[in-house]
């Protein structure tokens, strides 16, 4: 027991129920950035086919809230999460994450701050207030 009354946690998503490695463990951070940085690359390219010669400017973030709100709705995951085998699924065990939370994720996502601050599950702000977990495939 902690001072603070909590139980020990002995691995990230131990308090959630979830295993401590393999499938349907916390996702670890280096996957999930690099989740991230795909789909920021994929999404500026898309946007820069529309927008070629010029740079693709703020379109990007359209392009990118597009392939990251849709997928992660329907599927539970985006195109650059598919590539690093995580995805998002609900906290309540729902098979989908649907529109609203992940309508809410991108948009905590984009002001950035909420999705660096983590908790001991490995969680940051943006899974918590959206009741989702990013988890291994």
Same mark, same amino acid.
């Given at each position: ?6 139980? !020990? ?10 295993? !401590? ?32 010669? !010029? ?6 973030? @359209? ?16 195109p650059g999460m598919a ?10 065990a729902t098979p989908t @994450? ?14 950035? @701050?909420?999705? @660096?601050l983590w908790n001991l ?17």
């Open positions: 027991m902690r001072e603070s009354g909590q139980p !020990e946690q002995h691995w990230r998503g131990e308090r959630l129920g979830l295993p !401590e490695q393999g499938s349907g463990s916390v996702a670890p951070t280096g996957r999930r950035a690099l989740g991230f940085l795909v789909d920021i690359v994929l999404a500026a390219l898309v946007a820069g086919l529309f927008t070629a010669p !010029e740079l693709p400017g703020n379109w990007s973030l @359209v392009s990118w809230a597009l392939i990251t709100v849709l997928p992660v709705a329907f599927f539970g995951f985006t590539v690093t085998g995580i995805w998002v699924a609900r906290v309540d @994450v649907g529109l609203p939370r992940a309508l809410l994720r991108c948009v905590l996502t984009a002001v950035i @701050v909420p999705a @660096v599950d490995g969680r940051s702000w943006h899974d918590r207030l959206s009741g989702t977990v990013v988890l291994r495939r």
